[in-house]
């Protein structure tokens, strides 16, 4: 058996004290070795312990359970024993599981298409738990890589969507494309995306072209639609113009590349990497506002300031 049979989770999803309906395997010496079998128990302090430790790559489930693990999870999600912050942490580690093993699928449509749930839970959860929504951004790790990256940018362009009016269906699809905005990163060398400090000009170039590799995936499937083909295309143009790749201004930007500009950028300001130091979410956005507004929809940076308050009062 190979990782290709399997997919990853995190055990902090797992409930503990309750029988679990799915046997929990480990990839050792390059076979994967059952370490939980199906019906046994885990303690909390050993769900804890072994969480604490993980990488993201150390615990998997067979892929033929893939549909029993979604509703073990849902299961959790409308558990009245369960309170909205650890509903928020076990929405968070099981999406970001999942999305791990989608990004790296080679049929984009069919990742997509696997995705939707994903943002289906994501805007229930803020819909029936906006008082936690604040929770999934606040347990996120410390490292900036592009799954957690890419789920944070997904819940403040949904939070500011639904600032701005967006209906259920544009909401869905502004879900994936916020979350599938940096695919193109795939085709990135790992070492410039792991790089601890600065780009060289070279490094800078082959970074630069993300977005279009990143239309270039998306392109391989029909389904995909314009908006989150733009999401990942235009991110990184500006309101003002010197964008790139296209050099667009104003409203030649798509709606979802300006709402994932916003969002990308503020994400990347607040989250640590390993070359600077977060800054504030009110820091953040003043400096967006007073030193690089002209990159944004005004707008919708006045929009994100009451995203941001209402996560904060909540």
Not at 51 to 74: A, M, Q, W
Not at 235 to 251: A, F, I, M, R, T
């Amino acid at each position: 058996m190979s990782t290709k049979d399997f997919f990853r989770i995190r055990l902090s999803t797992i409930r503990p004290s309750e029988d679990i309906p799915f046997a929990i395997y480990v990839y050792v010496d390059s076979k994967m070795v059952e370490y939980v079998k199906l019906g046994d128990k885990l303690a909390a302090a050993k769900i804890a312990s072994l969480h604490g430790r993980d990488t993201g790559e150390s615990f998997f489930v067979d892929n033929i359970n893939k549909p029993l693990y979604r509703d073990y999870v849902k299961s959790s999600m409308n558990s009245s024993l369960i309170s909205n912050d650890q509903k928020a942490n076990i929405l968070r580690e099981s999406s970001i599981a999942i999305l791990e093993d989608l990004f790296e699928t080679p049929d984009v449509g069919q990742a997509i298409e696997d995705t939707k749930p994903v943002v289906k839970d994501l805007l229930e959860f803020m819909q029936n738990a906006p008082e936690s929504v604040g929770s999934l951004i606040s347990l996120s790790g410390h490292d900036f890589y592009t799954y957690n990256h890419s789920f944070d940018v997904s819940i403040y362009s949904l939070g500011l969507g639904s600032a701005l009016g967006f209906d259920k269906a544009t909401m869905e699809d502004l879900g994936l494309g916020s979350l599938f905005h940096d695919v193109g990163k795939r085709n990135v060398a790992l070492d410039i995306l792991c790089k601890r400090g600065p780009l060289d000009d070279a490094e800078w170039v082959q970074m630069k072209m993300h977005p279009q590799f990143g239309l270039k995936i998306l392109n391989e499937s029909a389904t995909v639609s314009d908006g989150i083909k733009a999401a990942c295309y235009e991110h990184h143009e500006s309101w003002k113009g010197g964008g790139y790749p296209q050099d667009l201004h104003g409203q030649e930007i798509h709606p979802f590349a300006r709402i994932v500009s916003l969002t990308d950028t503020y994400d990347a300001m607040t989250t640590q990497r390993s070359y600077n130091v977060p800054m504030r979410p009110t820091e953040a956005l003043n400096m967006m506002k007073e030193k690089v507004s002209q990159k944004f929809d005004p707008e919708m940076l006045r929009a994100m300031y009451s995203v941001l308050f209402k996560m904060d009062a909540a």
